[in-house]
């Protein structure tokens, strides 16, 4: 005769003679076995995402690098035109290629007053890469370091205007600024507890405001 042990994992088999014989063992693998398997895969898909988020950076770095070479390229027919001198560096920070030109005579010819002419070059600039690869540049110009050292006056403005407002309790206005100035104040307020800062107006007279938060 046949008997089933109540757990069902195995059935035994009754000889005429009383010997009792396996009839099968068990067919699912140990818990452990299992377990080990799904931590495998789990590394695996792991690894893979790893290797597809560093794929994705590569690219997006090399895209930005072919933005500075055509922006370079553009830039060096620009000056000879021009008749200015000047090096042409290329650069990547963070999400956006960076072209600086220095070293030549007159370059503050390329700035302007309060960088209005270097933000004239810089869109030409974008518009000038677009053309070539088909999508928006972000791409940032300086010329003669003019914008490194506006980043610094400003980052020092946002911040003594953000400890005065702290101390005070009173909002304070600040004189009207460019885009790119009232993000360097906006960044430097944002480093402060305490205080924070908005835009007001329009163009171009938008500015910054520091307040209590």
């Given amino acids: 005769m046949t008997v089933e042990t109540d757990g069902g994992d195995a059935t035994v088999a009754l000889s005429a003679n009383g010997t009792i014989e396996q009839a099968a063992a068990e067919t699912t693998e140990p818990r452990e076995s299992d377990a080990a398997q799904e931590r495998s895969a789990d590394s695996g898909a792991a690894r893979d995402s790893d ?21 370079g390229d553009y830039l060096e027919q620009l000056l000879d035109v ?94 009207a600024m460019t885009p790119f100035e009232r993000k ?9 507890d305490g205080v924070e800062s908005e835009s007001e107006g329009v163009e171009p007279n938008r500015h910054v405001v520091v307040v209590p938060s």
């Fill in 184 to 192: 360097i104040v906006h960044d430097a307020v944002a480093a402060v």
């Fill in 51 to 71: 290797s597809a988020a560093a794929d994705e950076a590569g690219d997006a770095e090399e895209e930005l690098i072919e933005e500075g070479e055509i922006a």
């Fill in 82 to 175: 021009l008749d200015f001198d000047g090096d042409i560096d290329l650069d990547v920070e963070g999400d956006r290629a960076v072209v600086s030109i220095d070293g030549g005579r007159d370059l503050s010819k390329l700035v302007g007053r309060r960088g209005e002419v270097l933000d004239a070059l810089q869109e030409l600039t974008r518009l000038a890469v677009q053309q070539a690869t088909g999508v928006r540049s972000r791409l940032m110009l300086d010329v003669a370091g003019w914008r490194a050292k506006r980043r610094e006056e400003l980052s020092a403005l946002g911040a003594a205007a953000a400890q005065r407002v702290l101390e005070s309790g009173k909002p304070e206005p600040l004189a």
